[in-house]
């Protein structure tokens, strides 16, 4: 089905959303656009006005080193997802949601149609300083770093939650052993815009969604909570998705008791100097040996070696790169060595919380070419 912004088959009305807009004036729209009682929703920047009638939301995505699509959903997308993340969390009617997302990705817009299905408002914590109880909190890991990193309201906020389930970006295995001896009662998801959100907890797909690896390695997704293309770039979603299969962007394996494990995009492999290194690699190491800062590592063009590995830190008094790259000659090779180090005060980040790399490239080329 064509659902280009040009198709001659539009027949919905469409309204964009304001950030900005008060969460209860924001519901009562997504109520409507659910019940197809009122006109689709538009979360993007993109000037969209008509859609085919079967389209209730148009968010974009996040991509932390591409380009943003424009992602249309169904309300059956939306609402099978909505219910079966409630089903996993044993979630009751009456029950509250924490917003401490952008209402304008989709785990932010996930958490307030969680909320119209309990019949509850969630409680706006966007711009809070004081969190109070509620049973259920979806936050991103910089969020979970922060809280075991000073903010101690936030801390005390996670762990009043019954579940706190944590997407959008890799949780490494360091933060999570803190945040769970914390008392954080985590709920690591996995998902994208394409699938409405995260659509495998804990390594096991939610109920009517199915998982597989493909030859060449890539996690791919089926079931109910599909997307139904991209809005003006259909070519690019029948690349991606044959009608049934949406193949993401990550490389994973089944592990032995079934459940997921993802190994990293598919484009986190670089070869420097003819040795092949992993990205997620390289950050997992670095966040175990120094567990008091964050990390994120890129791979840049470069004349003499192919690719160069950058390695961005956040965090006061950091490591210096002698030290970074005598623990990664240690794990790895002496291949795997950095040869640029960007400090900061907190990485960059866009919009859910996801680490912005194109940001780092850019410091990283400005620097590097004088």
């Known amino acids: 089905m064509d659902i280009s912004a040009n198709s001659s088959n539009r027949s919905r009305s469409v309204i964009a959303v304001d950030p900005a807009l008060a969460i209860t004036d924001v519901m009562n729209l997504l109520a409507k656009a659910l019940a197809h009682q009122g006109p689709a929703l538009n979360f993007t920047d993109d000037e969209i ?3 085919d009638s079967h389209i209730c939301l148009i968010v974009a995505t996040t991509g932390s080193s591409g380009a943003k699509k424009s992602v249309a959903l169904t309300s059956a997308a939306l609402l099978a997802s909505t219910r079966a993340s ?7 009617p009456g029950q509250t949601w924490a917003l401490l997302l952008p209402i304008h990705h989709i785990a932010g817009i996930n958490v307030l149609i969680r909320s119209l299905e309990l019949g509850t408002t969630p409680v706006d914590l966007r711009n809070a300083d004081k969190y109070p109880i509620t049973d259920f909190s979806a936050v991103v890991p910089t969020q979970i770093y922060r809280a075991l990193n000073g903010d101690v309201d936030l801390l005390a906020h996670l762990k009043s939650a019954q579940s706190v389930l944590v997407g959008g970006a890799k949780l490494d295995e360091v933060l999570l052993s803190q945040a769970l001896d914390a008392g954080i009662s985590i709920v690591r998801t996995y998902g994208m815009s394409e699938t409405s959100g995260g659509c495998i ?11 597989r690896i493909s030859d060449t390695g890539l996690i791919e997704i ?3 909570v599909l997307a139904s293309g991209y809005i003006g770039n259909d070519e690019l979603w029948s690349q991606l998705c044959d009608g049934q299969w949406f193949t993401t962007p990550d490389r994973g394996e089944i592990a032995g008791d079934g459940t997921l494990k993802v190994l990293g995009r598919a484009d986190d492999v670089y070869v420097t100097g003819g040795e ?7 950050d997992e190491i670095l966040s175990q040996a120094f567990p008091s800062h964050q990390w994120s590592s890129i791979a840049v063009e470069d004349a003499q070696w192919g690719q160069r590995l950058v390695i961005a830190v956040g965090g006061a008094d950091h490591p210096a790169l002698d030290q970074i790259n005598n623990e990664l000659a240690t794990r790895i090779g002496s291949f795997a060595k950095a040869k640029q180090l960007l400090a900061f005060d907190q990485l960059p980040t866009i919009g859910i919380g996801k680490i912005d790399r194109v940001q780092i490239k850019e410091k990283a080329e400005e620097i590097h070419n004088g």
Do not use: N, R
């Open 222 to 224: 089926s079931g109910s």
């Open 49 to 51: 006005t008509e859609v």
């Open 201 to 211: 907890y804990e390594g096991t797909p939610l109920k009517g969604v199915d998982l």
């Open 276 to 282: 092949k290194v992993s990205l997620v690699q390289v």
């Open 86 to 92: 409630l089903e996993f969390l044993h979630a009751l």
